[in-house]
């Protein structure tokens, strides 16, 4: 069965960067784009960016754009994201989700998920 | 590049049907037929419950249903189940290499 199993919470600092993984299983990886979303305590989904595992080519939401970086270990089965010159607003629950249909044929719906990851940025 | 535009809050009585709009702009529902709704319990992670406008992923209800309109989309649940209160967001594929969540809507069962 397809799992998603993310790295475990952090506390950091404003400033600080973080890293986020997610390993794969139970599918093809490089055949699924990867997604990587958030929500905020008391706020809403908020879309990241995703990445294609197979080429490595991503995109960003414009909010994160220059700040965020998005990765990918073929070897491992393994994505990536890291938020650079965090915030105490990006104090977050991430989450990583791969789409539901393949590549070819993107539905840019996030069928599966991982448990999230959450990220507090405190002082 | 702001959020798709959702109602705050709907509510409904068990058996009833509700309609959940999601209003975007030309660069985003209305170009593309790439509309997913989302079902979010808090705490839990969130389950896909309508993509590309109109499908249901395996597993997914019948009582769950999804269409577009220009640049509007909508998400309807009938046969309101206390199960079903909720908060719902939509999301649609944007300017040809992004996506853009709603804001989300609570969705109480009265």
């Known amino acids: 069965q397809v799992q998603l199993v993310q790295s475990g919470a952090e506390v950091t600092k404003p400033g600080a960067s973080v890293r986020v993984s997610c390993r794969a299983s139970g599918y093809a990886f490089t055949n699924y784009y990867l997604h990587w979303v958030r929500q905020a305590p008391g706020q809403g989904l908020e879309w990241m960016g995703w990445i294609n595992p197979k080429s490595g080519n991503r995109n960003f939401g414009k909010k994160f754009q220059g700040r965020v970086i998005m990765t990918r270990d073929t070897s491992i089965n393994t994505a990536y994201m890291e938020l650079n010159t965090l915030r105490s607003d990006d104090t977050a629950v991430y989450y990583c989700a791969r789409d539901l249909t393949d590549i070819m044929t993107t539905s840019a719906g996030a069928g599966y998920w991982g448990q999230g990851t959450l990220i507090t940025v405190s002082s | 590049q702001s959020a798709l535009t959702q109602p705050a809050s709907v509510s409904g009585s068990p058996g009833q049907s509700i309609t959940i709009s999601c209003t975007g702009t030309?660069?985003?529902?209305?170009?593309?037929?790439?509309v997913s709704w989302y079902q979010h319990h808090p705490g839990k992670v969130p389950k896909l419950m309508i993509y590309?406008?109109?499908k249901r992923p395996s597993g997914v209800s019948n009582r769950f249903s999804g269409s577009k309109s220009g640049n509007t989309a909508s998400l309807t649940i009938s046969g309101l189940q206390a199960e079903d209160e909720s908060d719902y967001y939509c999301?649609?594929?944007?300017?040809?290499?992004?996506?853009?969540f709603g804001g989300g809507t609570k969705l109480t069962v009265l």
């Open positions: 590309e406008v109109s």
């Open positions: 999301c649609s594929y944007a300017d040809g290499v992004t996506l853009i």
């Open positions: 030309s660069s985003d529902i209305g170009s593309y037929n790439l």
